[in-house]
């Protein structure tokens, strides 16, 4: 496949705090993309609601969160000119192709999802049906665009393996159909999922076995976007740490969750690799590490904090960039889900 029919999709989800897990394991990734890539990143407020509303906190935070989000990618250098930024409530397809993929995808495969069991606890039959279909969904924000490539964190490998799932059943089950519409090889590609770079699983700060995430009840696990430079200094000096002095070599970084960690930011920032980085601190105490790492993240991310900050004083703005963004991406859309009906046998 040529470059120019790749397409690349991802998005981020407009809940909480946005923090450096966010940003090294996608958007950082995304602004990459663009030199390459025709590009669609969405800022996915459907899937915000899918947990309860205490979690994505009314309508008033989720349009805020859903402009946050979108002041992040735009601070952090994705272009809405050359490429498509929109928020997924406005573009129709997603609900609709997700209904689909609910009839596609089959219990047994979202009942081994590992991000539903975890966020829905111990409180399974409490959970929300969205939160359970949310795969679905996710698969559809894809394949609406007939995307090819999805940059995301490791936490997302999962759900991606389940739209090729998705895709693959659908173009077997509509062969006959597909053919019939012009697409004998199947009418949607089977995505890869992009899960590179030193970064994919950025852990909490508190604890080098737990992932950072937005839903850890300490601040202190993580570093926000908006956060200060202060309190990213405070944040990296409080990490947690093990007694010995950094490693050597690769092997030696096994089993060292916080040392692996604390390198893995600071070749991310510094768009370098983690072999790369490693002889740079071998040896040395991790406060001197922390101090370099401080240094780095503060230079990395008071820009994109301030950036976001003049963005967030112009909802005008930044709701028009959206506006636009879903016009186009509906305008690639709604010819796809043209031909999905026509496959299914909608009448029109
Ligand atoms: P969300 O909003 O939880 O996270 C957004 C992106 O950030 C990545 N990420 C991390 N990367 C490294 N280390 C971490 N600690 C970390 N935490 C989060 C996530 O992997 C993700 O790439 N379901 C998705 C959003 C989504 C989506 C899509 C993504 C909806 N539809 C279609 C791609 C394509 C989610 O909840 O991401």
Redesign the pocket.
């Given at each position: 496949m040529s470059q120019a029919s790749q397409r690349v999709?991802?998005?981020?989800?407009p809940t909480g705090n946005l923090h450096l897990?966010?940003y090294?394991?996608?958007i950082k990734r995304f602004v990459a993309m663009q030199s390459s890539h025709e590009c669609i990143y969405?800022v996915?407020d459907l899937?915000a609601i899918t947990q309860d509303r205490s979690v994505w906190g009314g309508p008033e935070e989720l349009a805020r969160s859903t402009r946050e989000v979108t002041a992040a990618y735009l601070a952090s250098g994705i272009d809405p000119a050359a490429h498509i930024v929109f928020n997924q409530s406005q573009v129709a397809a997603h609900s609709e192709l997700a209904w689909i993929f609910n009839c596609v995808a089959r219990v047994g495969w979202l009942n081994r999802m590992t991000q539903f069991k975890d966020k829905a606890g111990k409180n399974r039959e409490n959970a929300s049906v969205g939160l359970y279909a949310y795969p679905n969904l996710?698969a559809a924000?894809?394949l609406a665009y007939r995307a090819t490539h999805?940059p995301?964190?490791?936490?997302?490998k999962q759900?991606l393996e389940l739209t090729r799932d998705i895709a693959q059943k659908f173009n077997i089950d509509m062969a006959d159909a597909c053919t019939e519409a012009g697409y004998p090889d199947g009418f949607f590609p089977l995505p890869e999922p992009l899960i590179t770079g030193p970064?994919?699983?950025?852990m909490s700060l508190r604890d080098g076995d737990k992932?950072?995430?937005k839903s850890d009840p300490s601040d202190l696990s993580r570093i926000n976007l908006t956060d200060d430079a202060d309190t990213i200094a405070k944040k990296i000096r409080k990490a947690k740490t093990d007694p010995d002095a950094l490693p050597e070599s690769m092997e030696a970084l096994k089993g060292r969750p916080e040392a692996a960690n604390l390198l893995g930011l600071f070749a991310a920032l510094q768009d370098a690799t983690l072999e790369t980085v490693l002889p740079q601190f071998a040896g040395r105490q991790f406060s001197e590490l922390k101090q370099a790492l401080a240094d780095l993240a503060v230079e990395k991310l008071s820009p994109i904090a301030g950036e976001m900050q003049k963005l967030m004083a112009s909802q005008d703005h930044i709701d028009a960039i959206l506006k636009d963004g879903a016009e186009r991406a509906n305008a690639i859309a709604e010819p796809v889900m043209a031909d999905v009906r026509r496959i299914m046998g909608f009448v029109r």
């Amino acid at each position: 496949m040529s470059q120019a029919s790749q397409r690349v999709f991802s998005g981020v989800q407009p809940t909480g705090n946005l923090h450096l897990g966010n940003y090294l394991g996608a958007i950082k990734r995304f602004v990459a993309m663009q030199s390459s890539h025709e590009c669609i990143y969405c800022v996915v407020d459907l899937h915000a609601i899918t947990q309860d509303r205490s979690v994505w906190g009314g309508p008033e935070e989720l349009a805020r969160s859903t402009r946050e989000v979108t002041a992040a990618y735009l601070a952090s250098g994705i272009d809405p000119a050359a490429h498509i930024v929109f928020n997924q409530s406005q573009v129709a397809a997603h609900s609709e192709l997700a209904w689909i993929f609910n009839c596609v995808a089959r219990v047994g495969w979202l009942n081994r999802m590992t991000q539903f069991k975890d966020k829905a606890g111990k409180n399974r039959e409490n959970a929300s049906v969205g939160l359970y279909a949310y795969p679905n969904l996710m698969a559809a924000d894809i394949l609406a665009y007939r995307a090819t490539h999805v940059p995301v964190g490791e936490d997302q490998k999962q759900h991606l393996e389940l739209t090729r799932d998705i895709a693959q059943k659908f173009n077997i089950d509509m062969a006959d159909a597909c053919t019939e519409a012009g697409y004998p090889d199947g009418f949607f590609p089977l995505p890869e999922p992009l899960i590179t770079g030193p970064a994919t699983r950025v852990m909490s700060l508190r604890d080098g076995d737990k992932k950072m995430s937005k839903s850890d009840p300490s601040d202190l696990s993580r570093i926000n976007l908006t956060d200060d430079a202060d309190t990213i200094a405070k944040k990296i000096r409080k990490a947690k740490t093990d007694p010995d002095a950094l490693p050597e070599s690769m092997e030696a970084l096994k089993g060292r969750p916080e040392a692996a960690n604390l390198l893995g930011l600071f070749a991310a920032l510094q768009d370098a690799t983690l072999e790369t980085v490693l002889p740079q601190f071998a040896g040395r105490q991790f406060s001197e590490l922390k101090q370099a790492l401080a240094d780095l993240a503060v230079e990395k991310l008071s820009p994109i904090a301030g950036e976001m900050q003049k963005l967030m004083a112009s909802q005008d703005h930044i709701d028009a960039i959206l506006k636009d963004g879903a016009e186009r991406a509906n305008a690639i859309a709604e010819p796809v889900m043209a031909d999905v009906r026509r496959i299914m046998g909608f009448v029109r």
